[in-house]
């Protein structure tokens, strides 16, 4: 019965890539909005990417042009592919789903980027 799963995180080099997946149980029947966050050892999180229902994203200034958020809306998924990964982003990444009145998080998926 759990929400939110998120999966495929794992241990890769600098400048390899990872793609992130995140899936909402089909007891949540509107998602307005899915997004990923990431808290690096020792600070807050912060936001990484999201994506709306119709479509439109918002990535963190850090990540522009390295990662891409996607979704599948027939299996309320949403993917993060990261590229070009640099050890900055070592994090544990958490999926944030929001259905307008409540918002629902995974339990996170660890990111390690190192040689």
């Known amino acids: 019965q759990v929400p939110v799963v998120e999966s495929g995180g794992g241990l890769v080099q600098p400048g390899g890539s990872l793609r992130l997946s995140c899936a909402a149980s089909?007891?949540?029947?509107?998602?307005?909005?899915m997004g990923w966050y990431r808290q690096p050892p020792g600070k807050q999180r912060e936001l990484v990417a999201g994506?709306?229902?119709?479509?439109?994203?918002n990535y963190a200034d850090s990540v522009k042009g390295r990662f891409t958020i996607s979704r599948d809306g027939a299996k309320n998924t949403v993917y993060l592919q990261m590229n070009s990964l640099k050890s900055e982003d070592t994090a544990v990444y958490y999926c944030?789903?929001?259905?307008?009145?409540?918002?629902?998080w995974g339990q996170g998926t660890q990111v390690t980027v190192s040689s």
């Open positions: 944030n789903v929001n259905e307008g009145l409540r918002t629902y």
């Open positions: 089909g007891s949540i029947l509107t998602i307005y909005y």
């Open positions: 994506i709306t229902s119709g479509g439109s994203t």
